[in-house]
């Protein structure tokens, strides 16, 4: 038998991470992926678009994730509005 659970976060609370990188001038820039998860207990996976963050991690070949906290959402959703 199907049973609709309508469309719900099933796996609430969803991890936030930001993606720090430094552009080709060694500006900083940091980005909201909320589209992310762990794949193993030394690995994580990370959906990213067409972002100024994706061109500066194929241009210097690193970057940074950080995961949010409890303390730092707030911080976190203001990286989500304000990135590129």
Sequence with gaps: MKKN??????????PVMIIA???EHGK????????G???GMDQIIISLGD???TD?????????VSMADVEH????????????
């Excluded at 659970?5 to 969803?14: C, N, T, W």
């Design 5 to 14: 659970l309508g469309a719900k976060s099933y796996l609430f609370p969803q």
């Design 21 to 23: 990188s430094y552009d």
């Design 28 to 35: 900083a820039n940091a980005m909201n992926a909320a589209w």
């Design 37 to 39: 998860g762990i794949v």
């Design 51 to 53: 972002h100024q963050t």
């Design 56 to 64: 500066n991690i194929m241009i210097n070949k690193a970057f940074t």
């Design 73 to 84: 959402v707030a911080a976190c959703d203001y990286v989500g509005l304000v990135s590129k």
